[in-house]
């Protein structure tokens, strides 16, 4: 289990985090099965992406071993326990090389198609990724600020990608595959004035202006070193 913890996360601590991850491996067990709950940090976005359509695209990338490096060691480190977990490794090590392996051979993005066939969708989507529902305006708003980033508001921008149609604020609201963010700096990176900071994907420019301050100020910055967060506590 993949348990998120953070201002982005169900879970705003890591303390409630692990009560829930507590409360669900017991489940699990009850039921007879082996469970292994891991507590992730949601206090910032994982990978880049945030949306629909770009986190396909993404997801598709890292199985082509071409991910954003956060976003890979996640899931390779997921990858490993699984792998543990189904017997089909005797550490996590060796979990963890044989979902490398799987990557580095293609048969991780092959298993993507078969799933995907296997449920009636047109894989060619997935061979295909640029098929995927785009934007009709991006835009990437620059860094006001030089220093090193402090913070990444993950709740902030995904109230946001809801705002431009990515999720859904009521039940009965439609989806826009399309819309969303590419974050481009994260916690403990530097920055320099100008340097990209986020691209928005909107419908169009009026939505660009609902969220443009929003997620700009979902940023925080410092003028000395900030330790990176960690990907699992």
């Known amino acids: 289990l993949d348990v998120k913890a953070g201002n982005g996360a ?3 601590t890591v303390e409630s985090a692990r009560e829930l991850a507590e409360a669900m491996t017991a489940i699990g067990r009850l039921a007879g099965r082996q469970v292994t709950a ?12 945030v ?4 986190e396909v695209v993404e997801a598709i990338q890292a199985l082509h071993g071409s991910g954003p490096e956060d976003f890979m060691e996640h899931c390779l480190h997921l ?23 799987a990557i580095d051979n293609g048969s991780a993005f092959e298993k993507l198609c078969q799933l995907v066939a296997a449920q009636g969708g047109d894989v060619s989507f997935v061979e295909h990724p640029e098929k995927l529902p785009t934007a009709k305006v991006i835009v990437t708003v620059e860094s006001p600020y030089a220093g090193t980033i402090a913070g990444v508001h993950a709740r902030t921008i995904g109230e946001a990608a809801v705002t431009l149609g990515a999720g859904r604020a009521q039940k009965g609201d439609q989806v826009d595959h399309a819309v969303g963010f590419m974050i481009h700096k994260k916690v403990g990176q530097t920055v320099s004035v100008g340097e990209p900071l986020f691209t928005i994907h909107a419908r169009d420019h009026t939505q660009v202006g609902q969220v443009r301050q929003i997620v700009q100020d979902a940023f925080a910055f410092s003028d000395g070193p900030v330790a990176p967060l960690p990907l699992f506590y």
């Open 10 to 12: 169900f879970m705003p």
């Open 38 to 49: 891991l507590i992730a940090d949601m206090n910032q976005p994982l990978g880049v992406a």
């Open 51 to 54: 949306g629909n359509a770009v």
């Open 79 to 101: 990858s490993a326990h699984m792998l543990l977990l189904g017997k089909r490794a005797e550490t996590l090590e060796q979990g963890r090389a044989m979902a490398q392996k």
